[in-house]
């Protein structure tokens, strides 16, 4: 299945090539031209010592030379023209998968988030476009040539062929040591930058923790480790491949001399002139110089091999979505969860097992229950966030991966525990980067939120950049702006995790009015929930625990069913409800 899948995924990728193929063959007519014009400076040579010397022509020599600068001329012309289109095609090739590169990249970032620096299907397209665009194909197109070289090599004298074919094969064993030690140490080199990659990417997203904790050094040298392991795999393959393409170029440098050793005996014997001597030393460093060319960029052969294959792979986890899809109309009556197991992402222990519970328009529910019980795992599989290991979540009676997501996600608000803005204005982020956003909506979502006074006090207003994560912004203006953001172009469906963790009073009523609105024009609320007092929005209550609903129905009924009396060191009994705290 697994072999299957990855010939569908290369496949997709011999599709986008094959939509180039004009260019391809282009390139590839070019490559003709460009090594025919090769031969123009062997024939000169040998023209000029076989004709114009001993006859002292130079009318003939001034001719030829005027020859000469014409095919130079083409040559040149040719090879940009070459490069331009192999250009083209690695642009054209990255127009053609980006956008299926950029959907499978989101869904890695779902499903995979701690393999952020080792599955990252857009570098591999980066690669693949770079290594098309530079001088790794140019060197492997040239490679058949070699024959053709041979060939006229061998009808200049057998034994001209017989040593340059010696060379050729001894250059193509030393072709082979390059993949096998390339294809061992760029893959060692890859994984020891993607570690030091995510070493640096974590100084950066905890600076502040880090700086506080005393931790700058212990990061220091734990990015230091895993720089020198780098710089040992990196040296290592930069040595191999130096020594092996030293060798390649000193074998081609033997090579030339032995064939002109060759053609001197043959002058000697009388079997060939002075210029064939010069013009077939010129011709055998022609005829190996693709090989030598191939060693010196194998690296790069090597790492858009495996680029190629890694997105093969991705490929596949992900099929482009059928354009025939027939459009739902939006949900407008239930949410209905039947026997849903959910699990974090990249592993196999389920947080949240056998969830059932249905909801209807107009109804919202507090989720409670203790630190670690499932509910963050309940609400990111309501939203389409982590699949389902079993089960489903349906509205309106279809489950929401018969949805498109872009489409679903019109339908749902969410704001997460972890509150989360964008660069960019507040506008911008409450319309969710939707182009040419209405103001009115825009607006309208920011009333909806309470948060319409807010904006207007802040310097800029509705234009004011927030800043990479909000940066700008108190973390209480981050969440009411979110919650404005979930609450745009009224979704049917509102899921908020812990939407008051930074809510002062005020903040807290206007959620509470927020979720009355929705529950007015007929959405659905689902919230998880610490404080008591934002209970009194919603009527029905969850109470999950140890991964597994355990009470759900109206709100007093859980709260009773829920709560438990502690004895304080006077003796009183107090009923409390679950501690805070979120879900992985």
């Known amino acids: 299945m697994i072999g299957l899948r990855s010939r569908q995924g290369e496949s997709e990728l011999r599709d986008a090539l094959h939509r180039v193929r004009g260019g391809l063959i282009g390139i590839a007519a070019l490559s003709a031209m460009v090594n025919i014009l090769m031969l123009t400076g062997s024939i000169y040579l040998m023209l000029v010592y076989d004709r114009v010397l001993p006859g002292q022509a130079q009318a003939t020599l001034f001719s030829l030379f005027l020859m000469v600068i014409v095919a130079f001329a083409f040559y040149g012309a040719f090879d940009v023209m070459r490069s331009r289109m192999l250009g083209d095609v690695a642009a054209a090739l990255d127009h053609s998968l980006t956008d299926r590169v950029q959907r499978i990249e989101a869904r890695v970032a779902l499903e995979r988030p701690d393999a952020r620096e080792l599955v990252s299907p857009t570098r591999d397209l980066d690669q693949l476009r770079s290594f098309i665009a530079g001088a790794g194909p140019p060197a492997l197109i040239d490679l058949p040539w070699i024959l053709f070289f041979l060939l006229i090599l061998t009808l200049v004298h057998y034994w001209l062929g017989v040593v340059t074919l010696a060379g050729m ?48 050094q212990r990061m220091v040298d734990r990015w230091r480790g895993a720089h020198r392991l780098f710089l040992a795999e990196q040296a290592t393959l930069t040595d191999a491949t130096a020594t092996l393409s030293g060798i390649s170029k000193v074998l081609r440098m033997f090579l030339q001399s032995a064939v002109l050793t060759v053609g001197a005996i043959l002058v000697i014997d009388g079997k060939a002139t002075a210029g064939i001597i010069f013009a077939s030393s010129i011709l055998a460093g022609r005829a190996l110089a693709p ?12 790492t858009a091999r495996q680029s190629w294959s890694r997105l093969a792979a991705l490929l596949q986890q992900l099929p482009p979505a059928d354009p025939a899809r027939t459009a739902l109309p939006a949900p407008r009556a239930t949410l209905s969860v039947e026997g849903l197991t959910l699990a974090p992402p990249s592993s196999t222990r389920p947080s949240l ?112 950049e927030v800043g990479e994560d909000g940066s700008q912004l108190s973390a209480g203006q981050r969440q009411r702006i979110a919650l404005a953001r979930a609450l745009y172009r009224d979704p049917f469906l509102v899921v908020l995790d812990e939407p ?13 009015r927020a979720v009355q609105q929705v529950r007015a024009r007929g959405g659905i609320v689902l919230m998880v929930a610490h404080r008591p007092s934002i209970l009194a929005a919603v009527d029905l209550a969850m109470f999950v625990r140890s991964g597994t609903i355990q009470a759900f129905g109206p709100r007093d009924e859980v709260l009773a069913k829920v709560t438990r009396p502690r004895a304080p060191a006077d003796g009183a009994n107090v009923a409390v409800l679950p501690q805070r705290g979120g879900t992985p």
């Open 169 to 216: 094969l001894v250059l193509a064993g030393l072709t082979l040591v390059a993949e096998r030690v390339n294809a061992r140490h760029v893959g060692a080199v890859n994984e020891a930058a993607a570690q030091r990659r995510m070493l640096g990417d974590r100084r950066w997203r905890h600076a502040e923790l880090i700086a506080a904790l005393g931790m700058r």
């Open 500 to 512: 008051n963790s930074n809510l002062d009073h005020d903040g807290e009523v206007a959620l509470i």
């Open 291 to 302: 090989v030598d060319q191939a060693i010196a960029n194998w690296r790069g052969f090597v």
């Open 353 to 464: 097992v056998d969830a059932q519970f249905r909801v209807a328009a107009g109804q919202a529910v507090g989720i409670l229950g203790p630190s670690g019980s499932g509910k963050s795992s309940l609400v990111r599989g309501l939203v389409g966030a982590w699949r389902p290991v079993r089960g489903s979540v349906r509205l309106d009676g279809a489950t929401i991966d018969q949805w498109d997501p872009d489409q679903l996600g019109t339908q749902i608000g969410y704001l997460p525990q972890s509150v989360e803005l964008f660069a960019g204005t507040i506008a911008q982020n409450i319309a969710r980067f939707e182009p040419d956003a209405p103001a009115d909506l825009i607006l309208a979502a920011a009333r909806a939120a309470g948060v319409h006074d807010l904006i207007l006090a802040l310097p800029g207003g509705y234009d004011l």
